[in-house]
């Protein structure tokens, strides 16, 4: 499993990159979250911090 962004709901506002423990999630050209699929551990950090709902662990 890991997380998933839902590139509509991203706003860039980069919470997640920031509270990303294992560093997996950056920021595209177009300020939307990415996942480093092969860096992430699956912890949910993300899904908690997301003012927009955005990420979901799959």
């Known amino acids: 499993m890991v ?5 509509e709901n991203c706003v860039g ?3 997640c990159v ?11 050209g177009e300020n939307i979250a990415v996942v480093d699929e092969g860096e992430c551990s699956d912890c949910g950090e993300c ?11 799959e």
Not at 3 to 7: L, P, T
Not at 18 to 28: K, Q
């Open 18 to 28: 920031d509270e990303c423990p294992v560093e997996a999630i950056s920021l595209d």
């Open 3 to 7: 997380a998933v962004i839902i590139s």
């Open 47 to 57: 899904v908690d911090v997301c003012p927009t709902e955005a990420i979901e662990i």
């Open 13 to 15: 506002c980069a919470t």
